[in-house]
């Protein structure tokens, strides 16, 4: 994966600035007399993302992300179209080469999510340049991330099998029948586990891992030193001074309660001045283990419920082209080529940085979302892709074979 969604040291540094202003913590409730309510969402590129109303007015797409205490909008358009009142703007230092960034704070916004949910007067920090791309990167409009405020007061579980979730208000939910119960902490509006996770080289480590909805790895360490044998150069995400670069190997399994999960994809990321983070942890897990569970986050007694669902025995794989890709164009309808790894069978097929792939197997990529694409491209080791290829206002053929790299 090209472009995580990592931003980890902008939500530091605007939970510092908000934290004063605590009379702006806002929760989402139930609209009405009913105890229950089902919404459904769009899992793009490991993303779980939900429609919603700002102001009445949208609907606008938001990335549900446990890893998020303020909400944050990223596009900047919508700080004139929602007439938002008693707005300030604030100046972030960037870091490394970046330079400083703005971001508007607006105290009263009204949510609503499918005329079920409604939160008054929630506090956001509207970005005035939206550095993350997440729209280029989700192939669709994306407008921002919605965490804590969300899962504060109510019940949420999250089904990947049918993309809905479902929210009940304190004591409502059912739990499913021999769902493995995970004691939780919730810091800063986060949800931690401590797990043991096993390297391949045999070593064991009790971990106190962040619970990161928003994040499309399987999990993440930042505090190993020594990498697998076999492992590769990667962009792991994005941060204030730009991509986080690390690298992806595997771990021997991870445990979840009575979970076993084995031959777990892990990212290392290098030491980035973007992983300065107010709560001590040691990594994430992210979508790419969750999605293969049936989940309850229930902050408010501090449990995360699992219970395996169809996906939980699919190997993990990770794209095996040596292509990172983004989506461009007013409607998103061209792929472009943004990097290519070093020694991969992209370079050896002679694929070039801001190459356009037109389609795969004959197939317009107009025709297929990111998440699709993702799957296809990290879909069986020695499988033949026929990509057609914009360059120089020519096209051109390629045929290439997939390699497993981890």
């Known amino acids: 994966m090209s472009r995580a969604v990592k931003y980890n040291t902008l939500l530091f540094l605007l939970t510092l600035i908000c934290c004063a202003s605590s009379a702006w913590a806002q929760q989402f409730d139930i609209i009405g007399k009913k105890n229950r309510v089902s919404i459904n969402f769009k899992l793009i590129r490991s993303m779980v993302v939900v429609p919603l109303k700002i102001n009445s007015k949208g609907p606008y797409n938001f990335i549900l992300d446990t890893g998020v205490g303020l909400m944050l909008i990223t596009d900047h358009k919508l700080i004139d179209s929602l007439n938002i009142a008693n707005k300030r703007t604030i100046t972030i230092a960037g870091l490394g080469e970046r330079d400083n960034y703005e971001a508007v704070i607006a105290?009263?916004?009204?949510?609503?999510?499918?005329?079920?949910?409604?939160?008054?007067?929630?506090?956001?920090?509207?970005?005035?340049?939206?550095?993350?791309?997440?729209?280029?990167?989700?192939?669709?409009?994306?407008?921002?991330?919605?965490?804590?405020?969300?899962?504060?007061?109510?019940?949420?579980?999250?089904?990947?099998?049918?993309?809905?979730?479902?929210?009940?208000?304190?004591?409502?939910?059912?739990?499913?029948?021999?769902?493995?119960?995970?004691?939780?902490?919730?810091?800063?509006?986060?949800?931690?586990?401590?797990?043991?996770?096993?390297?391949?080289?045999?070593?064991?480590?009790?971990?106190?891992?962040l619970v990161d909805l928003g994040a499309g790895h399987p999990v993440s360490l930042e505090k190993i030193t020594t990498l697998p044998q076999k492992s590769i150069k990667a962009n792991l995400g994005v941060g204030l001074n730009g991509l986080i670069d690390g690298h992806l190997g595997r771990i021997s399994s991870i445990a979840l309660g009575k979970y076993n999960i084995n031959s777990v994809i892990a990212s290392f990321p290098s030491d980035d001045p973007s992983f300065k983070i107010s709560v001590q942890r040691d990594g994430s897990i992210g979508v790419g283990i969750l999605k293969r569970f049936d989940i309850i986050f229930d902050y408010q007694n501090n449990l995360m419920y699992l219970k395996s669902n169809m996906y939980f025995k699919l190997p993990f794989e990770h794209d095996m082209t040596g292509i990172s890709y983004h989506a461009n164009g007013e409607n998103f309808e061209h792929l472009i080529v943004e990097k290519v790894d070093e020694g991969s069978v992209a370079e050896e097929m002679g694929i070039q940085v801001e190459d356009e792939i037109v389609s795969i197997n004959l197939k317009p990529v107009g025709k297929m979302n990111m998440q699709q694409i993702d799957d296809l491209l990290k879909s069986r080791d020695g499988r033949t892709l026929l990509l057609e290829l914009y360059r120089d206002k020519t096209t051109e053929r390629v045929l290439l074979t997939l390699k497993r790299r981890i």
């Open 107 to 209: 105290p009263l916004v009204n949510i609503d999510i499918a005329g079920k949910l409604v939160s008054r007067d929630v506090s956001a920090a509207i970005l005035k340049e939206d550095f993350f791309g997440l729209s280029n990167y989700a192939g669709i409009p994306i407008h921002g991330l919605l965490g804590a405020d969300f899962f504060k007061k109510l019940a949420v579980k999250i089904s990947f099998v049918d993309s809905t979730l479902v929210i009940t208000r304190p004591g409502g939910m059912h739990i499913f029948r021999g769902a493995e119960k995970i004691p939780i902490t919730v810091e800063e509006g986060k949800p931690y586990i401590k797990t043991q996770v096993t390297l391949t080289n045999g070593n064991k480590k009790t971990n106190k891992l």
